[in-house]
């Protein structure tokens, strides 16, 4: 048997199995996320996170979701990084920076008692070019565009904030069937690295209320990347204003998420450490 240890953290519900690889040694991560990952049987989480030493930022980031495979970036899981790295002496500075698939993201630390509490993350400017999202399209930018997806019309906006989303806005989100309508939209042909999705309902020109489905991991309470593309997919259809604040609420709390006139996005939200454990399992 071999033993590994880990904290458990999580941004407005988005929860991750959190690996210090500073003190651990990890061989195998995509394993890791499958026999961690799963709920009531396990750990039960959205995924494995690795924070490893970084030549260039203050750490690394690494992120598997619960069936192996890696992601590029997670929102919510690099408030948590940020968090870990300040609190446990890392990076003991106002001013983090995280190195992940998607470039180095800077975070701003708020802190109490010596703990970091809140973080922003400059998460960069949102990438439109459909070859780059990847979506197949044949426009310059994929904004309000009709598909069909399981015999149904929507109409999306795609945007990618280092992995690709499908923003769609409806008139009501709390009885949508995503367990039906999730896997049609990750799997369309039309994404060809699959796609996060986002059904949006616009409360007014400062609040979206947000449910999503991630690729690799289903519905999950809060997507971080996901609440930038729906704040950038707002302001592009006119429903929100550019250099506003705009709180993106979803089912266990909200994020302040601006897209500011130099074009990067903010995301603002709280980062919380559940408990520390070890995990005993089979290699």
Known sequence: ????????????????????????????????AKIMSPRRTSVGSDGVILICPSDVADAKMRMFNLDGSEGKM????????????????IAKKETLTVETLSGIKTLKVEAENGKAVRLTVDM??????????????????????????????????????????????????????LEKIGPEFEFNPIFPEQVNTEFIRVIDRK????????RGSGETFACGT??????????????????????????????????????HIYMKGAAEKVYDGVYEYES
């Not at 997670?74 to 002496?89: A, L, Q, T």
């Not at 609040?207 to 991630?214: A, D, G, K, Q, Y």
């Open 226 to 263: 996901g609440a930038c593309a729906a704040a950038v997919a707002a302001v592009l259809n006119g429903y929100c204003d550019k250099g506003s604040e705009i709180s993106v609420h979803l089912k266990c709390g909200t994020l302040t998420i601006t897209y500011a006139d130099d074009s």
């Open 124 to 177: 960069g400017e949102p990438i439109f070019k459909p070859c780059d999202i990847p979506v197949k399209y044949d426009g310059e930018r994929m904004i309000d565009a009709p598909i069909s997806v399981g015999g149904k019309d929507y109409r999306i906006t795609a945007v990618s904030m280092g992995n690709p989303h499908a923003v769609v806005f409806c008139d009501d989100v709390q009885s949508l069937p």
């Open 207 to 214: 609040n979206l209320e947000m449910r999503v489905w991630e």
């Open 74 to 89: 997670c929102g919510n899981g690099i408030r948590c990084v940020g968090k870990y790295i300040y609190d446990n002496g």
């Open 1 to 32: 048997m071999k033993k590994i240890s880990f904290t458990k953290m999580h941004g407005i519900g988005n929860d991750y199995i959190y690996i210090d690889c500073f003190k651990e040694k990890v061989d195998n991560p995509e394993y890791l």
